[in-house]
């Protein structure tokens, strides 16, 4: 990279079109079947060559990033090659702990621009996992079936690329951890059969139920939602962020005002599924 040149990338904002959970691990985590897909809009960075690594945070949500030197920006910086220092501003327009994979989307975005400007190293895969389940997907930002704890990844030829979607947060955070444990153990199957559409629409998330009872809040977004008559609307991940696809922009544009004149403290946020 020059030094008079910076790098800017998008970190997509990371749903989950059906999430099955299968089974405990012995090793605490869970056996998963995800469908990842990727939204056109999220948090943005800019990275410029530096004397020694920096982060700048900005945007709506910065103030819920409490510890910048711990974020995972920076842990992403530390553990690949990229000369000397970069300079990185993120500005953060994603919820935190929302559903949405942000933190996850940040680090992603890191390992694309070095990707184009110093090559990844052979492990790369290996490294993304280690800072976080859904890193490895979120450097790929493309629709892909996650197995095992979700870093297994089998491209998908998604045929739900470009349908508009809207993101709503009702204004709540909430950890992965406690919904997992809060899931009641039972495998209600895998997940089905077929192209991206089918799958979404045929499938489930399965930790809706577990989610809902710890942020009752879900609920009421997942039922606006369906009042706006979408193709789909559904939790993203443990919550407590939902998701509405739509066949038409105007269609999506619509359900936004509609939600954001009834609910003004909800967030929200459209886009197209890449």
């Not at 800072?131 to 979700?150: I, R």
């Not at 005002?257 to 599924?273: F, I, Q, Y």
């Amino acid at each position: 990279m020059s030094a008079r040149l910076a790098l800017t990338e998008t970190a997509y904002a990371k749903i989950n079109l059906a999430l099955h959970v299968r089974k405990r691990r012995k090793d605490g985590y869970h056996e998963l079947e995800t469908l990842f897909a990727f939204v056109d809009a999220g948090d943005r960075l800019t990275a410029a060559p530096a004397e020694r690594d920096e982060l700048r945070i900005t945007g709506e949500f910065v103030r819920q990033l409490h510890d910048p030197f711990g974020n995972i920006v920076a842990k992403t910086l530390t553990g690949l090659p990229h000369g000397r220092g970069w300079a990185v501003t993120l500005e953060k327009n994603l919820p935190v702990a929302a559903g949405l994979g942000g933190g996850s989307a940040d680090a992603g975005a890191i390992f694309r621009m070095v990707a184009r400007t110093h090559g990844l190293p052979d492990d790369w895969r290996d490294r993304a996992a280690r800072l976080g389940a859904d890193v490895p997907a979120c450097v790929e930002s493309q629709t892909a079936l996650g197995l095992g704890t979700g870093t297994d990844l089998i491209p998908v030829d998604s045929d739900l690329s470009g349908m508009p979607v809207l993101l709503v947060n009702p204004g709540l955070s909430q950890e992965t951890g406690p919904v997992f444990r809060a899931w009641d153990g039972i495998d209600r199957g895998p997940l089905p059969k077929g192209d991206a559409r089918a799958m979404a629409l045929d499938g489930r998330n399965d930790l809706e139920a577990p989610a809902i009872s710890l942020c009752p809040a879900i609920a009421d977004v997942l039922a606006a939602l369906q009042s706006t008559a979408p193709l789909l609307a559904r939790m993203s991940g443990s919550g407590a962020s939902c998701f509405a696809l739509y066949e038409r922009h105007d269609a999506m544009r619509e359900a936004r005002e509609m939600l954001g004149s009834a609910h003004p403290d909800w967030w929200t946020m459209e886009g197209c599924l890449r």
